[in-house]
């Protein structure tokens, strides 16, 4: 079987300027201008009316006022109509009883989805992988993650990693793995041999070694 090919995009990177868009959605005409100030969560799905995607939205719409408490919005996005998305969103409503509280872009011409890689043709060609992007509130990507179509996200680990960035911001600090808010966050490693001596006296770091210190915040 040959490989799929597909023309070379330039798919956005961790630490680039976000693409701006207009695009249309179920809650209006947005840009990505109209979240300036604040970060956001902009995240693909294959396709209305499928099960795994029904599961994530009602997962999202869980996590959304916990969101919007750290000034961060949410933004789907799927090549449907917005008549799809609309009777969807109703859809779950009646039938899932939970309310969607974020707007949905509908990118019937691949515009938006194509301006940030979100169509995985080895999957397929017509519908969008489970892409998010986290997006700070200069508008700058700070981080990526990728799902395949079969596999619904894990929306705690979503959110647990916009914490940590905000709480790298804030502090000037990194989180080590699995970390969760009020663990101990890792000190950035000195970078001259006075500051690694500076930091194994200090008594109110825990240093395992010069290179590797934590502490409570």
Not at 1 to 7: D, F, G, K, L, T
Not at 17 to 23: H, K, L, N, V, Y
Not at 103 to 115: F, Y
Not at 123 to 146: G, H, L, N, P
Request: hydrophobic share 40%; aromatic share 8%.
């Amino acid at each position: 079987m040959e490989p799929i090919q597909e023309a070379s995009v330039a798919i956005p990177r961790i630490g680039s300027p976000a693409p701006q868009f207009e695009a249309v959605t179920s809650m209006g005409t947005l840009k990505l201008e109209d979240f300036r100030g604040g970060w956001l969560i902009l995240f693909s799905h294959p396709a209305d009316f499928t099960p795994v995607c029904t599961t994530e939205f009602m997962a999202f719409a869980k996590l959304h006022p916990k969101l919007r408490e750290m000034n961060c919005e949410l933004l789907g996005l799927s090549i449907d109509s917005v008549y799809s998305h609309i009777a969807w969103v109703r859809n779950i409503e009646e039938k899932m009883k939970v309310k969607i509280t974020f707007p949905v872009i509908a990118d019937l011409n691949k515009e938006v989805a194509s301006r940030y890689g979100m169509i995985m043709p080895g999957e397929s060609t017509t519908e969008t992988s489970r892409c998010v992007f986290i997006i700070d509130d200069k508008q700058i990507i700070r981080a990526i993650i990728y799902y395949p179509l079969t596999t619904g996200r894990n929306t705690e680990e979503i959110l647990r990693v916009l914490q940590a960035l905000q709480t790298t911001d804030k502090n000037g600090v990194a989180t080590p793995a699995n970390w969760r808010p009020g663990d101990e966050v890792i000190i950035p490693p000195p970078k001259t041999q006075e500051m690694a001596e500076e930091r194994v006296a200090d008594k109110e770091l825990k240093c395992k070694d010069w290179y590797f210190c934590k502490k409570k915040l």
